[in-house]
């Protein structure tokens, strides 16, 4: 069988979260989650960039609205973070299209609105 990409570096983001979401529990807004995101990350010495701008190619122009991921994370993974009830086919087109953007592979979308922790691993 073969190793899953990034593995290592996606355990280590799924703990996080559960650490997170055992903490803080669900119902909390978005950027409450962000916030203790960063607070982990910082201290588990992750590398990662928060709110991520990249601009949109159309034909030969930039297109003027652009896309912000919430993190990327290892220089590699496009984290979404969600607080909702449950995750949507939207919500993993959405990290599609950022992942798209930004010529990444694998994206990450997690949800910490449900009473347990919800995440999905999304490969362009």
Known sequence: MEDLYLKEEI???????????????????EVVYKDALEYEFKANN??????????????????PRKYNADYVVFDEIIFEVKAISQLTISDT????????????????????????????????
């Open 11 to 29: 355990y280590k983001i799924v703990g996080l979260c559960m650490e997170v979401h055992k903490i803080l529990g669900k119902g909390h807004s």
């Open 46 to 63: 992750i590398p990662f960039e928060r709110e991520k701008e990249y601009k949109i190619q159309y034909k030969d122009i930039v297109l």
């Open 93 to 124: 087109k959405q990290t599609l299209n950022y992942l798209a953007c930004s010529k990444n592979r694998l994206g990450l979308l997690v949800n910490f609105g449900e009473d347990s922790l919800k995440y999905k691993r999304i490969i362009l």
